[in-house]
């Protein structure tokens, strides 16, 4: 099957000497594509900004000025996880511009996965804030740019993080269902299974917290036996996966177990949400482990393109197996008793 | 009635100048104050080892208001700062008012939208002091 990706993107200048988010986390990304030997089944799209209609769907016009002001005026820390330099607006607009342009692509050929390989990641951007390594929401503009255009999008997060920004910007939309699996606690502290949307699409925030330790097995039960069902309800007609690769056992900065395979049959997961071929793009989030990225990018997209098999097995027997079902209890107790729920942002 | 003061510590100027404020307050409520410190992602990458106990700058700040050991509690939370301070209000901090500076660690002049202290003015479920730090003249 092809796969269609954007073009490697020169992020070189968005860098911050010790940062763990770093260019070379791109170039692992892209070892894992080129590990799977695609040969004229991948195809590399140039890149285009995204336009400022285009990210004003989702991000405060003030907001975008004032990053790009920042950004001009050399740069510096936008708060104590996030930093911009003078090329990082314009690395950011390309960034989101790579998302519009795959998905584009796998709309006129009506077949294929995507593979958005960018940098910053995106899912934490807030509509008026830059936060968690995150400037612009790369899945939140596609998102949006898709529902303009009439389509049911869901959105699966399996960064180990909650993706609180691709959530607070859809609260409210009922054409959006957005899915995280998360370690909790951790980073940013939001993505209660409470949380289930506003008063215009209650039930179309879906969050299931996992602990620390969890293994695939219990990202899998998540994804069957919480998200499957609903997703099946909303029928989307696109499916977006805020792919971080920040959950596998090897990661720094967080305390999942999961293994390259687990992402393999996560991707399996997610693929079988999609209504079609040509209906399913990845977007590389977060993920600080080279070596990690590298083998979970293979595997993740060599599940979807039937290219190599991972190369490490899928884990399992870790804590998490009733937070799951607590998940799905609490959730079904804030839609069935409007005013339970719990609102961020 | 003030019980629990809950105050948002970042390691900044701004935050010692509202920690300063909160133990005065403290010392004139009868309250306990809890300093919260919302840990980010590049922290635990950095691997900080200051769970244990607030930092050397804090325990002075203490120490020079005078309120007892028993009346402070020091917490390292996961999340971002405006979660972390909103979710001071419930249990087991189950604060009645939350101090904060005006900016904090990486704030600078522009990104106004971005402060911690606006989001709590518009988020907090309790009453906000957001402490402003003194003015620079020179």
């Known amino acids: 099957m092809t796969l269609v990706a954007n073009r490697p993107l020169d992020d070189r200048r968005h860098a911050d000497p010790g940062h763990p988010e770093r260019p070379d986390r791109l170039a692992a990304a892209w070892a894992g594509v080129a590990d799977l030997h695609l ?10 900004p995204a336009t400022r209609a285009q990210l004003t769907r989702v991000h405060d016009a003030a907001y975008l000025e004032e ?49 958005v390989a960018v940098r910053p990641p995106g899912h934490h951007a807030l509509r008026d804030r830059a936060m968690g390594f995150c400037l612009l929401n790369n899945v939140a503009i596609v998102a949006a740019d898709l529902v303009a255009r009439g389509a049911r999008v869901l959105v699966v997060d399996w960064d180990v993080h909650h993706g609180n920004g691709t959530q607070e910007m859809f609260w409210n939309e009922p054409d959006v269902l957005y899915v995280s699996t998360h370690q909790s606690p951790l980073f940013p502290g939001s993505g209660h299974p409470r949380e289930v949307g506003g008063p215009g699409a209650r039930g179309r925030t879906l969050n299931v917290p996992v602990p620390p330790g969890a293994t695939g097995d219990v990202l899998r039960a998540a994804l069957d036996e919480v ?29 999942l177990a999961l293994s390259a395979g ?44 039937d290219a190599a098999p991972a190369t490490e097995g899928p884990t399992s027997g870790g804590p998490g197996s009733a937070h799951v079902a607590h998940a799905l209890a609490e959730r079904r107790a804030a839609i069935e008793s409007p005013g339970s729920e719990e609102v961020r942002w | 009635m003030i019980d629990v003061i809950a105050v948002g510590y970042d390691h900044s100027a701004d935050a010692a100048v509202a920690a300063r404020f909160a133990l005065r307050l403290a ?12 840990a980010g992602l590049r922290e635990r990458f950095e691997h900080a080892e200051h769970e244990a106990g607030p930092p ?80 620079d003249d020179g």
């Open chain 2, 56 to 135: 050397a700058a804090l325990v002075g700040l203490i120490a020079e208001s005078g309120l007892p050991a028993a009346r402070v509690d020091w917490r390292v939370e996961d999340g971002d700062a405006c979660t972390v301070l909103q979710r001071a209000a419930l249990d087991p901090v189950n604060a009645d008012v939350v101090v904060v500076g005006t900016r904090g660690q990486g704030a600078h002049a522009g990104l106004l939208l971005g402060s911690t202290s606006l989001e709590m003015a518009e988020h907090s479920s309790v009453p906000l002091i957001i402490v402003p730090a003194p003015r």
């Open chain 1, 39 to 48: 040969g004229e089944d991948l195809v590399s799209l140039d890149v285009a």
């Open chain 1, 227 to 255: 998200a499957a069902p609903v997703v099946d309800d909303f029928a989307p007609d696109w499916v977006l996966v805020s792919a971080g690769f920040d959950a596998h056992r090897a990661d720094p900065i967080a305390d």
């Open chain 1, 67 to 115: 990053l790009g002001v920042f950004c001009y005026e050399g740069g510096g820390n936008l708060d104590q996880d996030t930093y911009a330099t003078y090329d990082s607006f314009a690395l950011a607009q390309l960034a989101a511009g790579a998302g519009l342009g795959v998905v584009e692509e796998l709309a006129r050929r009506g077949e294929g996965v995507g593979f």
């Open chain 1, 262 to 305: 687990d992402f393999a049959d996560l991707a399996t997961t997610v693929a079988g949400f999609a209504p079609s071929p040509g209906r399913l793009a990845v977007f590389l989030e977060g993920g600080y482990d080279l070596d990690a990225v590298r083998a979970s990018v293979a595997a993740a997209l060599g599940a979807l393109v």
């Open chain 2, 27 to 38: 010392g004139a409520t009868g309250a306990r104050v809890v300093f919260l410190h919302a």
